[in-house]
């Protein structure tokens, strides 16, 4: 079990960190990397959560919006899932090479696997794209956008040390962008919002 009874021990003023075992290295080493975007992720999802706890139940003319309310929640408890698996992946990278804890529990394809099965889900209630689409939309699907892309930059950073990171973080990272992206469309969609999509040079005014 973690115990955390000080924050600051002055141990990474001179530029250096510890890795699980006690291992020092400096703080732009690139296992660093890899958990630090992982972290960066995880606290842009927990800002996805925030904004869909507050986001409008009602219409603009007073009306309780009763089938929205399970579509927050749906999405709500997949990210918080997300958020708990997101630490699983960073404490693994933050374990030096074969020096994963035995007691240790890390992600194998199931986790993968589940959300694929929720993005398939998700996409039988979109319409396909014929653009790609600009970054924005309601305050939590902006929040996505920036989710997805931290993800994507974790993922670089992981395959990067691809020989030192097993193949089911890198496809987890692969998925779980891709995830957040789907999971934009899809409340977008629910909350009857328009996507704006990107229009090339040539056909813009």
Known sequence: MV????VHTG???GGDTSLVDGTRVGK???RVAIYGAIDEANAAIGVVRMELDRAPTHSPDGGFMAAIVPIYTQADEMLLRIQQELFDVGAECACPPGGIPEQMSIIGTEEG???VAEMNSMLEDLEPLSSFILPTGSPSVAHLHIARTVVRRAEREACAMRDEVRPEVISYLNRLSDH???LGRWITAKMGDEESLWTPLG???
């Open 3 to 6: 115990r955390i009874t000080k």
């Open 28 to 30: 732009e080493h690139p």
């Open 203 to 205: 056909k813009r005014d």
């Open 180 to 182: 957040c992206f789907v």
């Open 11 to 13: 141990g990474g003023d």
């Open 113 to 115: 696997d589940r959300l």
